[in-house]
């Protein structure tokens, strides 16, 4: 559990305004840990005792991911290596997948080849590096598309590729967002009741602020234009 909250604190540092101070309770919800391990982990770090009303700052949690990296070093090194085995074998899946969907591809069968690469993607999609994870999620919706999979199944997709996106909170993974929207998003335009052009708008509400923090609402813009939403 320790493991896992240092690597989220790690994760959750580039998405953290430096300005601005999150509660223990942000922290907690941010990096998907229990509140009062939070608490306990964080008053241990710092040698006092905390409450979960109190706030960090960014320099503070800095300092604590500092400290608790360097406390635990050893088992973090052990953790970075499973995982790069983790990744590998995850690659050399990946190319005898692709392979298999080439030759389904290549005689139409698209079922098949949807349910191939998704199921591939579902065992792995924690061990691909994000922009082959984005690649991935655009496929599984090109190929879902060809094989009339169901809204549900598309909209995983596309919510998959956003996230993958938002690794961080930086000006390119915003534009990475939104180029994944505008290359696939009107998969979802063509559904008679409306829902797969809904889910767009309420997936490009959540993508404005983003655009607007990071100077890019012109490019947004231009894109609800362009899909005729909202």
Known sequence: MMLDFICELERVMGKWP????????????????????????????????????????????????ATLKERMSGELAARQKRLELRREKAIRAYDLTMEKVRVLQATKNWRTAYKSLSYYVGCHENDLPEDLLLTLCGECLRLGVKSEANLQELSQWLR????????????????DA???IDAYGHFFLDDINQRGKRLLE???????NQAAQHNLLPRYEELVRELQVN
Not at 161 to 175: H, K, Y
């Open 202 to 208: 309420n997936v490009l509400e959540t993508l404005k």
């Open 178 to 180: 939104i180029d994944f």
């Open 18 to 65: 430096e300005t601005t101070s999150w509660t223990l309770a942000q922290i907690a919800d941010n990096t998907r840990t229990g509140v009062p391990q939070v608490v306990d982990i964080l008053s241990d770090t710092l040698d006092r005792e905390l409450e979960v009303h109190e706030t960090l700052t960014h320099a503070e949690a800095a300092q604590v991911l």
């Open 160 to 175: 998959k590729g956003i996230a993958a996106c938002f690794t961080t909170s930086s000006p390119e993974a915003t534009e």
